[in-house]
């Protein structure tokens, strides 16, 4: 299915918003080749309809093949009709073929529901690798506001500035690697099968967020920095961004976790196979997997 | 290997238990708008709490939910997995719940903001209120009252959203309302309170009533919060050095009366006290008083601190108990309410 339409679809169950839409739509440059053959979507009614009449066809065809009569035989009507005490060839396929149908229905019913149950699982993992991608977006954005006031204040204040060309250099350092990781993670919802790129983005990312721990704890060594209003509020900011993304990484490893496992456990994974779901790799790096960078100030 | 079974069995146990005690204490606090796990809040101040935010909730439709619990490991995701686990903002017909969760036993405070509201309530506003506003109490030890006054801000801030309509509409909220937003800080509770800076002294002499009161906004702005100022009366001096004086209590104040335009100035008890007003509609700013002495008006918040009140829409009001009749004599041409508005 059209990528578009998926956002749409999350948009519209209020599984994302037009922010985290936005976010989906620049990650999904490049990648969408790979999201219109990896993802799924839910079987509709009509859909669940359509594979009924297919079914019921195949039991008239198999009730049909069943039949010990060539079609181009005389029908011997004595013995297709009913005779006391037992039941004719006419009726004796027609039973067959309900019975099977019976048994099939169920089976239809239950593949439906666990296929969609499957897709809808799938959906939640990439609502909340929108709220992860939304958020380290956010982040990346919130640098270039931060190196600028930091310089701003370093022109300034030049002649007090001890440190002032370190400070410099790990601004620059900071802007670069938020640069390569955006990079990066272009495409990036179209490779949430991929263990390998997942564990290099999230580890690129920590990388970003290591260089801003460090840089914010440059900027500590100046407290009249540190006191400003407008300094509060970009710390504000970012310290708040990395929370946002904590809990987001959570969320999204923990339904990682439910549709890996849904599609694992019995009967879960006969559908899966049949409906070629493949499974998604957590987003975790290679130290301290678990444990996500703090920015405390 | 027996000592291998005997610790995964420990460590089982050990997990069951905080799992336990977690569950407990998610059923202790539900339903409860002030929550305290420990001990920190007496009665009393839960009970002002509950009653504040009750009218929070009632005026402003905002669920503001505050739990006081101990070791809670990281505040941020624990925050974010109680606002789910408690329903906050269910009890809000447009969804609209703020946590604030402190730990003293770590020292941290924070303040979860839903989705939605985070676009009212940004990560650094949350910033600025704690640490330009809670805080400050939280060190002097004051915790409850740190509360209030950050909800004071909290309500002016809906107040600018609701008039320029920045609020979500509840139907385009998403169905997680718990994304990690708002922000956390060190609570420093009772570390001893820091007085913001002073400044030079504002003489008021030679001043009107009303170049006293324009003086004295002119010291918040400067952010002088010297509690000796000599516009200020004796009686004021005294209670000002008792006082918790916030950076953003300053702002706010500032602000606020900048909004505002003088109405009168009028005096009482022959000519020894003298009062600021403003427009009776202008209800968030409430009269200054000022009392004569050496010659010179002076600010009294004494006296105004006995007499007026506020709600929890910042709006001033007379504890009629309290007024005195020379006092009501200076705004005999308005006419106020049993409760003490004006009109």
Redesign the interface.
Known sequence: MKFENKIEELLGTGKINPEQAAALRRSLQGGGASVEMNYHRGLSFGGMFGIAVIAIFAVIIIGGAMSPQSPQDVQNVAQTLNQPGGLGEMNKSMTTGLSILLLALPAIIWFSASYNGLVSKEENVLAAWAQVESNYQRRLDLIPNLVKTVKAYAEHEGSTFANIAKLREQADVLQNAGEKTRELAQGSVGKLEDESYMKNLSNAQQRVGENLKNFMMTVEAYPNLRSSDQFLELQGQIEGTENRINVARMAFNESVNDFNGAIRRMPGSLVSGLGNFHRKAYFKSDEGADKAVKVEF | MKRKILLTLGLSVALFSTAVVNAQNIVACQGKMVCDQTGFLSNDQIRGLTEYHAALLERYDIDLKVVVATNVG?I??KA?AMFKELGVGEKSSTRKGVLLLIDPAQDKVRMEIP?GLDAVY???????LQ??QMVPFFSAGRVADGVLATTELIVGRAQKAAKNEEFIAPEN????L???????TKASISKGYLAPAGGPDVSGAGMSPQQVVDAYHQALAQGNASPDLSIYSRATKDLKRSWVVTPAQMKMELNTYQSCQVDKVSTAQNGQMAFVRYGVRQRQCAPYFLVKEDGEWKLDFSTMMQYIRFNVENKWHFDMSRVSPSVLSAFADWQFDKNGYPY
């Not at chain 2, 940004?122 to 600025?128: A, E, I």
């Not at chain 2, 909220?173 to 997680?176: F, G, H, K, S, Y």
């Not at chain 2, 718990?178 to 956390?184: C, L, N, R, S, V």
């Open positions: 990281d941020g995701l974010a989705a940004t990560d650094g506003f949350v910033t600025y640490q330009r909220l998403p169905t997680i718990a994304i990690g937003a708002g922000a956390q």
